[in-house]
């Protein structure tokens, strides 16, 4: 947007410039015009007034030139700021191509970051089927305890069992044969029961062990799962942060060089303020001096416009009095035809010419004396027309050299922040 406005005000600057130089392009050939009807006008009377004029001329041509010359060098120029303003739209591509890969890159972390969360949440699933697989452990362990204490209270019973049999081994030993072998039987049944028993508490113990170590492999194994997933985690969290913190250093690096270039910005935007505010109040000057140039230029060609009038009243009269002349010389034909016929009248039609001959004489004259008074009427305004022009062509071309000195101080301000944003 600044460089966009800094185009507008070089449009405006140049528009003014254009202006100017219409201006003068105008006055050039209002100047011109008034030198082809005064040559027109003058050209049996005024041959040194007419080498002046053409010596003022080449000099308004010359100061022409200067300022054609001027407008050519602002003109350079301009088109150093347009390749300037194309060097700021290059470094504000790459800005752009930077901020693209900045929004690029953070996508990516938030591609990444969604990666992790879904981690987190597989994570978490995870931690559940490991809290889930623990309890189950926790139940078997428990089941695996109460069947430990059972075989633990069966084994307490064999070995209570074993006493008293012992005990009443001991006692049957004083009995009978019959009764013993009898006792020994209903011992041995009683044994084998128990031990039946007993091998069946041990399958299902063992069958309770293998169980406990396949689900205490399988929690090994989503434990494993688990390290693996939270080293992922980890690694992708620490890239994460290293891509923030790279992330962060750019962005800080980025918005320094972004400010750096803001204030730069605002400062040749602030200079381009004062020249324009500079500018316009030359311009509104020279506003002025054109109004008071056109005011006095109006009257000068009210002046010579009365001139002209007077003019073509004496062209009028020096036209009666050719009319009067032609007349006069028919009725001296008629006088010379006459006079042949009568040679009497001979001198009188003579003595008749000759004083009209004298009087068109005198009014040539009077109408020579009045085209040279004319002339030097119109010299005298041209002159003045000349001088205020020369002058009014000095003043545009002084206010359009301090433009250009200024437009060439701002260009040298805009190449140094150029230079300084390339340093960067």
Same mark, same amino acid.
């Given at each position: 947007?600044?460089?966009?406005?800094?185009?507008?005000?070089?449009?405006?600057?140049?528009?003014?410039?254009?202006?100017?130089s219409?201006? *003068?392009?105008?006055?050039?050939?209002?100047?011109r015009?008034?030198?082809?009807?005064?040559e027109?006008?003058?050209?049996?009377?005024q041959?040194?007034? /007419?080498?002046?004029?053409?010596?003022?001329?080449g000099?308004?041509?010359?100061?022409?030139?200067?300022?054609?010359?001027?407008?050519a060098?602002?003109?350079?120029?301009?088109?150093e700021?347009?390749?300037?303003?194309?060097?700021?739209? &290059?470094?504000? =591509?790459?800005? /752009? !191509?930077?901020?693209?890969?900045? =929004?690029?890159?953070?996508?990516?972390?938030?591609?990444?970051?969604?990666?992790?969360?879904?981690?987190?949440?597989?994570?978490?699933?995870?931690?559940?089927?490991? &809290?889930?697989?623990g309890?189950?452990?926790?139940?078997?362990?428990?089941?695996?305890?109460?069947?430990?204490?059972?075989?633990?209270?069966?084994?307490?019973?064999?070995?209570?069992?074993?006493?008293?049999?012992?005990?009443?081994?001991?006692?049957?030993? !004083?009995?009978? +044969?019959?009764?013993?072998?009898?006792?020994k039987?209903?011992? $041995?049944?009683?044994?084998?029961?128990? =031990?039946?028993?007993?091998?069946?508490?041990?399958?299902?113990?063992? !069958?309770?062990? $293998?169980?406990?170590?396949? +689900?205490?492999?399988?929690?090994?194994?989503?434990?494993?799962?688990?390290?693996?997933?939270?080293?992922?985690?980890?690694?992708?969290?620490?890239?994460?942060?290293?891509?923030?913190?790279?992330?962060?250093?750019?962005?800080?690096? &980025?918005?320094?060089?972004?400010?750096?270039?803001?204030?730069?910005?605002?400062?040749?935007?602030?200079?381009?303020?004062?020249?324009?505010?500079?500018e316009?109040a030359?311009?509104?000057?020279?506003?002025?001096?054109?109004?008071?140039?056109?005011?006095?230029?109006?009257?000068?060609? &009210?002046?010579?416009? /009365?001139?002209?009038?007077?003019?073509?009243?004496? $062209?009028?009269? /020096?036209?009666?009095?050719?009319?009067?002349?032609?007349?006069r010389?028919? $009725?001296?034909?008629?006088?010379?035809?006459?006079?042949?016929?009568?040679?009497?009248?001979?001198?009188?039609?003579?003595?008749? *010419?000759?004083?009209?001959?004298?009087?068109?004489?005198?009014?040539?004259?009077?109408?020579?004396?009045?085209?040279?008074?004319?002339?030097?009427?119109?010299?005298?305004?041209?002159?003045?027309?000349h001088?205020?022009?020369?002058?009014?062509?000095?003043?545009?071309?002084e206010?359009?050299?301090?433009?250009?000195?200024?437009?060439?101080?701002?260009?040298?301000?805009?190449?140094?922040?150029?230079?300084?944003?390339?340093?960067?």
């Amino acid at each position: 947007e600044k460089v966009v406005q800094l185009t507008r005000q070089l449009k405006i600057a140049r528009g003014q410039l254009d202006k100017k130089s219409d201006l *003068c392009d105008k006055l050039a050939k209002e100047l011109r015009s008034l030198e082809k009807e005064l040559e027109a006008r003058e050209k049996v009377v005024q041959v040194a007034s /007419t080498t002046e004029l053409e010596l003022e001329l080449g000099e308004l041509r010359a100061s022409v030139h200067a300022s054609a010359a001027a407008r050519a060098q602002f003109e350079g120029e301009a088109a150093e700021l347009r390749g300037m303003q194309e060097v700021l739209r &290059s470094e504000l =591509a790459a800005a /752009t !191509n930077r901020h693209d890969a900045s =929004a690029s890159l953070t996508a990516h972390l938030e591609d990444r970051e969604a990666h992790v969360q879904r981690a987190k949440v597989e994570l978490s699933e995870r931690s559940e089927e490991i &809290s889930r697989l623990g309890f189950l452990l926790i139940k078997e362990e428990a089941t695996a305890a109460e069947e430990a204490e059972a075989l633990n209270h069966v084994t307490k019973e064999l070995h209570s069992s074993k006493e008293r049999w012992s005990e009443q081994r001991v006692r049957l030993q !004083n009995k009978s +044969v019959e009764q013993v072998e009898a006792a020994k039987a209903c011992c $041995e049944q009683r044994l084998e029961g128990e =031990a039946a028993e007993l091998s069946r508490v041990h399958v299902a113990l063992r !069958n309770s062990t $293998e169980e406990f170590e396949q +689900v205490s492999q399988a929690v090994g194994e989503t434990t494993l799962r688990a390290e693996a997933v939270e080293e992922q985690f980890r690694s992708a969290q620490r890239t994460h942060e290293r891509e923030v913190d790279a992330l962060r250093r750019s962005e800080a690096q &980025s918005s320094k060089d972004v400010e750096k270039r803001v204030k730069a910005q605002e400062s040749s935007h602030e200079a381009l303020r004062v020249a324009l505010r500079s500018e316009s109040a030359n311009l509104k000057k020279q506003g002025a001096d054109a109004k008071m140039f056109s005011e006095e230029l109006r009257a000068s060609r &009210s002046e010579v416009s /009365t001139l002209n009038a007077r003019v073509l009243r004496g $062209e009028a009269q /020096t036209l009666e009095l050719q009319a009067l002349l032609d007349d006069r010389s028919a $009725e001296v034909q008629k006088h010379v035809a006459r006079l042949e016929e009568q040679d009497k009248d001979h001198k009188m039609a003579t003595e008749a *010419c000759a004083l009209s001959q004298e009087t068109l004489t005198e009014f040539e004259s009077q109408a020579r004396l009045a085209r040279l008074a004319a002339a030097r009427e119109s010299s005298r305004m041209e002159s003045v027309v000349h001088t205020r022009a020369r002058e009014a062509a000095a003043c545009a071309t002084e206010s359009a050299q301090a433009q250009i000195a200024q437009l060439q101080g701002e260009v040298t301000a805009l190449r140094r922040a150029v230079a300084e944003a390339k340093g960067r």
